[in-house]
């Protein structure tokens, strides 16, 4: 049987870019909200030589990810799950962020792992804003409920928003913090499941230049000053970070998330000007 790769998020952005840098003797498995949008990415990914399917899946819901499990084990050997959907501040309210971003990890997570074999992985995308969580408010947000009761782990979550200031800071918070938890809960994974053998990691971006992205683009230009280079990322910078974190041969890598934002969360402390003036 062949190896089988699904991509969520796949449409378009670096779901896409992770796509084109996968082997071209997997089956890809793109899925996503809009069929239409997934059909142009799969006729692009054909065109470069890529056995690709299309899956409508609408990770908030579990039995929507179920489904996708369900039909990318009927093609193969389930290998690679680069779990790259969600949603911005930009692009939902509070509780539409925490359900798909967080518990959208959940569903993924929990439902592959049942079709997966030893030597498999699964890359779970965070985002920087993770890092901007104080550890007390992650700890106070009681990621742990996750495993008793959803609907408390929702409403957990959600009522620190209410503290926030305005709508979109509500919805950053909520941002943040369900990104927060995707990392977190990924570290978890990486040992509930490697007993399985199935490695799981996550990445964590920083601004990029996707349609999402460029949603953010303004309120999040103090990343991109405080990025090394001054810039967004370009989706095929994060595509290749994701393939190479999704590639069966960097086994030994598991149970962290890799940052990789251009440094814009080093960049909140930046070398003095004075040094930075001798490369010059």
């Known amino acids: 049987m062949k190896n089988v790769c699904v991509i969520t998020g796949g449409g378009s952005g670096m779901g896409l870019a992770a796509a084109e840098y996968m082997p071209k003797d997997k089956i890809i498995v793109i899925a996503g909200?809009?069929?239409?949008?997934?059909q142009n990415a799969a006729d692009l990914l054909k065109d470069e030589g890529h056995e690709v399917y299309?899956?409508?899946?609408?990770?908030?819901?579990r039995e929507s990810v179920r489904e996708l499990a369900e039909f990318a084990?009927?093609?193969?050997t389930v290998k690679n799950v680069i779990n790259a959907a969600g949603v911005s501040p930009a692009m939902a309210d509070p509780e539409s962020l925490v359900r798909i971003n967080a518990l959208g990890t959940v569903y993924m997570n929990e439902e592959f792992a049942k079709v997966m074999d030893r030597g498999s992985v699964i890359v779970d995308v965070s985002s920087n804003s993770a890092y901007a969580i104080p550890?007390?408010?992650?700890?106070?947000?009681?990621?742990?409920?996750?495993f008793e009761d959803e609907e408390k782990f929702v409403r957990n979550m959600l009522r620190f928003?209410?503290?926030a200031g305005d709508d979109y800071v509500k919805k950053g918070l909520a941002y943040a913090l369900s990104?927060?938890?995707?990392?977190?809960?990924?570290?978890?994974?990486?040992?509930l499941l490697g007993e399985k053998g199935i490695r799981v990691v996550s990445l964590s971006p920083g601004l990029v230049s996707t349609g999402m992205g460029n949603l953010e683009k303004e309120e999040g230009k103090e990343m991109i000053d405080r990025s090394a280079e001054g810039r967004m990322g370009r989706p095929a910078e994060l595509?290749?970070?994701?393939?190479?974190l999704a590639d069966e041969r960097n086994?030994?890598?598991s149970g962290v998330d890799v940052l990789v934002d251009g440094g814009s969360t080093s960049g909140k402390h930046k070398p003095n000007p004075i040094y930075m003036a001798k490369f010059a």
Do not use: P
Request: hydrophobic share 40%; with cysteine; glycine share 8%.
């Open 33 to 38: 909200r809009t069929v239409s949008k997934l």
């Open 54 to 61: 299309v899956h409508a899946c609408d990770t908030s819901s």
């Open 73 to 76: 084990g009927s093609l193969g």
């Open 135 to 146: 550890s007390i408010l992650r700890s106070l947000a009681r990621f742990n409920t996750v």
């Open 161 to 163: 928003t209410k503290l």
């Open 179 to 191: 990104k927060n938890f995707v990392c977190w809960y990924a570290e978890q994974c990486a040992f």
């Open 239 to 244: 595509g290749y970070a994701l393939a190479t």
């Open 251 to 253: 086994g030994y890598l």
